[in-house]
């Protein structure tokens, strides 16, 4: 995994990416070291991947089971078009593992915190890649254990 301090975001934008765990999950990322982010066909998401940067921190969300934050991935290459899409107007990035949280935050957690309530992760939560703030980052990672 790459080594990253995921408590400073300075000069990084932060994200939450979900993925279905029995499709492609934490587990598989890492056994690959580096994994191609596709298949997000939805608009909002998709500018989000466009806004990614190198060196951009993101939340590994499990979705439809296990519904929790488990690791943090970093985007190693930003501006892709999409593989899966012949017409070429959809985007994705490359990602990496930095590391699994050493507690993984729920949703159900998430939705008990009331300084998480604006979290895209809550107000849009159907989005498969949503914005974090630096106060949500920091207060997710407090949550999962990381100092």
């Known amino acids: ?8 975001t300075a000069g990084r934008n932060l994200w939450l ?3 279905e765990p029995d499709v ?11 994994g191609t ?13 466009r806004s990614m940067q190198p060196g951009d921190l993101a939340f590994f969300y499990h979705s439809n089971i296990g ?4 690791g943090v991935i970093t985007i190693s290459v930003g501006g892709l078009t999409d593989p899966t899409d012949p017409e070429g107007k959809w985007a994705a990035v490359k990602v ?26 809550i107000r849009l ?7 974090v703030r630096p106060e949500e980052w920091a207060l997710i990672l407090k949550m999962a254990g990381v100092n």
Do not use: C, F
């Open 1 to 8: 995994m790459t080594k990253i301090n995921i408590a400073d």
């Open 125 to 131: 939560s159907r989005l498969s890649v949503g914005a």
């Open 67 to 70: 519904v929790e934050i488990v």
């Open 17 to 19: 990416m979900k993925s």
């Open 37 to 49: 982010w596709d298949g997000v066909r939805n608009h909002l998401a998709a500018r989000n991947l």
């Open 96 to 121: 990496k593992p930095v590391e699994k949280l050493p507690h993984t935050v729920t949703l159900k957690q998430v939705k008990a915190t009331p300084e998480l309530a604006e979290m895209d992760l």
């Open 24 to 34: 492609y999950g934490w587990d598989d990322l890492v056994a690959e070291g580096e």
